[in-house]
């Protein structure tokens, strides 16, 4: 088994596991204030080193394969860190400063 093909497998994974995701979050929206803002960023930084990979190796359809996990953790990110920030506000405001 060479290189190109485990990429190639684990990419199709990262995008059946994106739509199970996706799928649970449509369900319960409020399944987002789970997600940690940190990792979630880290997904989205690896998910860009990734599809750079596929560009640099010519592989464009693996980079568009690519795009639905990117966005996905793109927007989990974003959302944790509204929400993070929200509960931060609501925190000052709630307990005034210590």
Same mark, same amino acid.
């Given at each position: 088994m +060479? =290189?190109?093909?485990?990429?190639?497998?684990?990419?199709? !994974?990262?995008? /059946?596991?994106?739509?199970?995701? *996706?799928?649970?979050v449509?369900?319960?929206? +409020? =399944?987002?204030?789970?997600?940690?803002?940190?990792g979630? !960023?880290?997904? /989205?930084?690896g998910?860009l080193? *990734?599809?750079?990979?596929?560009?640099?190796?010519?592989w464009y359809?693996?980079?568009?394969?690519s795009?639905?996990t990117?966005?996905?953790?793109?927007?989990?990110?974003?959302y944790?860190?509204?929400n993070?920030?929200?509960k931060?506000?609501?925190?000052?405001?709630?307990?005034?400063?210590?």
């Open positions: +060479n =290189a190109a093909l485990l990429l190639s497998i684990a990419n199709l !994974l990262y995008l /059946v596991g994106t739509l199970f995701l *996706t799928r649970k449509i369900k319960n929206r +409020n =399944a987002l204030n789970d997600f940690d803002f940190y979630s !960023l880290i997904n /989205v930084a998910m080193i *990734t599809a750079y990979a596929f560009i640099m190796m010519e359809s693996a980079a568009i394969i795009l639905p990117m966005v996905f953790w793109a927007i989990a990110a974003i944790s860190f509204k993070r920030r929200v931060n506000e609501k925190k000052d405001i709630c307990c005034g400063e210590l």
